[in-house]
């Protein structure tokens, strides 16, 4: 089954311990995203990568990392999370770097940081 | 920047009454624009797309068009059903940097037997 999967679901965590959220896809998509869904403020981009390698920042991007190493796989890191980055967080994939194409998005995954 | 307004839920409506979330956006050059839905635990999945001026898109009987003249691409469904209850984003690709989208804050939609 095409599908982008988010790991973990539910995660629970102190101030300053660092965490990564991974992500991968079957579909060998060149696109990938993360973006941080908060009440009132819809969901905005923190990172984005157009192929292996090449990573840029989207509207978001401070307290955050991420990395390409491979076609499949988009993991987001947080070195110091802090509880501002309290949020639901979801990964997308799309074919292209296309402006018609569509994003597949993983399940979320829901970040608390006290 | 590029920039997508929804109007503001949420939005209460009976069993096959009619809908409308108006979508409007800012944004240079000529975006392609999509709506999509999330179900309650689930992550977001396309509904309809449009990419050029006065495409309509449709899919499960929602539509919209691309309305270039007034920024434009409100989402319609003739009549709602209860599955229908989600929450709704209003979405654009600009083609200026395909890797940033830009979403609405989003809609809820209830509808109630």
């Known amino acids: 089954e095409a599908q982008v999967t988010q790991n973990p679901r539910y995660l629970i965590t102190v101030t300053g311990k660092k965490l990564t959220v991974t992500c991968s896809q079957n579909?060998?998509?060149?696109?990938m995203s993360w973006y941080r869904q908060d009440p009132g403020l819809g969901l905005r981009q923190i990172y984005y990568?157009?192929?292996?390698?090449?990573?840029d920042k989207g509207d978001v991007p401070e307290g955050y990392k991420v990395s390409r190493k491979e076609k499949r796989n988009f993991p987001l890191i947080l070195e110091s999370p802090s509880p501002n980055q309290t949020s639901l967080y979801f990964c997308a994939s799309s074919p292209d770097r296309a402006i018609n194409s569509p994003l597949h998005f993983g399940n979320g995954t829901r970040l608390t940081v006290t | 920047g590029n920039s997508v307004t929804q109007m503001e839920g949420p939005v209460t409506l009976s069993e096959e009454a009619f809908l409308t979330i108006n979508c409007t956006y800012t944004?240079?050059?000529?975006?392609?624009l999509f709506w999509y839905v999330q179900y309650p635990g689930e992550g977001l999945q396309l509904l309809l797309k449009?990419?050029?001026?006065?495409d309509k898109g449709s899919n499960k009987g929602f539509e919209a068009t691309y309305r270039k003249e007034t920024t434009s691409f409100h989402l319609e469904k003739g009549s709602v059903q209860v599955s229908d209850s989600a929450v709704y984003f209003c979405?654009?690709?600009?083609?200026?940097?395909?890797?940033?989208?830009?979403f609405g804050d989003g809609t809820t939609l209830t509808v109630k037997p």
């Open positions: 449009a990419t050029k001026a006065d």
């Open positions: 579909m060998n998509h060149e696109y």
């Open positions: 990568s157009m192929n292996v390698e090449v990573t």
């Open positions: 979405a654009l690709r600009p083609n200026t940097n395909a890797g940033k989208s830009t």
């Open positions: 944004a240079t050059g000529y975006p392609s």
